[in-house]
């Protein structure tokens, strides 16, 4: 060829993206050491010295047209996978933005009914009108917590969660807990029992560890049974030190034990009070302790229920 060798075809053939895949052979009488190895480099497919067989040739052209034909099939269905992919991820961050707004729209109502009802508890009031605020005291600080807890979880998946660490006291946030869930363990005749020394403190987020501890307490009380007690414990040694929520209830097997923290697993459970539970309170549990490097498990608690315990770096 009077302007270019077939080395700078077959390049020049590569450069252009409707020839990329086309099968390059070449056939030539060439026998230089370093003729194959340059067309190589040029990016021929096969390399073939006259004289050639015929039967041969037709063999290789067809080989070749195969591989071509199934590299287009594979870069097509990346680019089909790309485009899922993408229009997944935009899913993912539309439904992520509305869960956050739906979220922000339960947080605000249900902060001025907590604002509200605790107006009227420090008011002088009867007894039975006293027990109805304390109720839906209660139940709202459940649904901010709950609220918290999706947001949390939304943020986890969008790779979002942010933590502040600091010196907490373990003995004053189990004391708090306990203080705080009195009245709802009095009426499910169960006794909260805080086990913990003055001095044993961790490095946790306050609010993370706050509400890790509100959660746990609360799902021990829900399954335990009556005239039994919750133990909040918190225990050092060395460099760690372990938080322990337990009950005396139902026992879980191996198997149910390693499906608690995930959400959903256990959706269909329900207390003694039917009340419905999807487990969105463990699943939280296991990513904040993730988040604050601490590890969390479920435990046997002889002779019967469970124990969730945590291990936090101590401060």
Same mark, same amino acid.
């Given at each position: ?51 050639? %067989? !015929?039967?041969? +040739? ?10 071509? *034909? /199934?590299?287009? =099939?594979? &870069? ?111 009426? %499910? !005749?169960?006794? +909260? ?10 490095? *946790? /987020?306050?609010? =993370?560890? &706050? ?105």
């Amino acid at each position: 060829m009077p302007a270019m060798d077939g080395f700078d075809l077959c390049r020049a053939l590569r450069a252009r993206a409707e020839h990329a895949d086309a099968p390059v052979v070449f056939l030539t009488a060439m026998r230089e050491r370093d003729a194959e190895q340059r067309a190589i480099d040029a990016g021929v497919d096969d390399f073939l010295t006259k004289p050639i %067989r !015929r039967t041969e +040739l037709l063999a290789r052209v067809r080989s070749l047209l195969r591989q071509a *034909a /199934d590299r287009r =099939l594979v &870069r097509a269905a990346h680019r089909a996978a790309v485009v899922q992919n993408e229009a997944l991820a935009a899913a993912a961050a539309r439904n992520r933005e509305l869960q956050a707004m739906v979220v922000h729209d339960l947080k605000t109502p249900l902060a001025t009914l907590a604002a509200n009802l605790r107006y009227l508890g420090e008011r002088e009031q009867d007894a039975e009108t006293a027990d109805s605020i304390s109720d839906c005291q209660e139940l709202t600080s459940t649904m901010l917590r709950r609220v918290a807890t999706i947001l949390d979880l939304a943020r986890d998946a969008a790779g979002q969660m942010s933590t502040h660490v600091q010196r907490v006291c373990a003995a004053d946030e189990l004391h708090r807990i306990a203080h705080q869930e009195r009245r709802r363990a009095e009426r %499910r !005749r169960v006794t +909260l029992v805080t086990v913990c020394t003055a001095e044993i403190a961790v490095h *946790a /987020d306050p609010e =993370l560890f &706050r509400r890790m501890l509100e959660n746990l307490t609360d799902n021990a009380m829900r399954f335990a049974e009556p005239g039994t007690e919750v133990l909040l414990q918190a225990t050092a040694d060395g460099s760690r030190v372990s938080i322990e929520v337990a009950n005396a209830g139902v026992s879980l097997d191996a198997s149910a034990r390693a499906r608690l923290f995930e959400g959903f697993a256990h959706s269909g459970t329900t207390d003694d009070e039917g009340a419905h539970h999807v487990g969105l309170g463990l699943a939280f549990c296991r990513i904040a302790a993730r988040a604050q490097g601490a590890e969390i498990e479920a435990r046997d608690h002889p002779p019967r229920g469970v124990a969730i315990r945590m291990d936090f770096p101590r401060a």
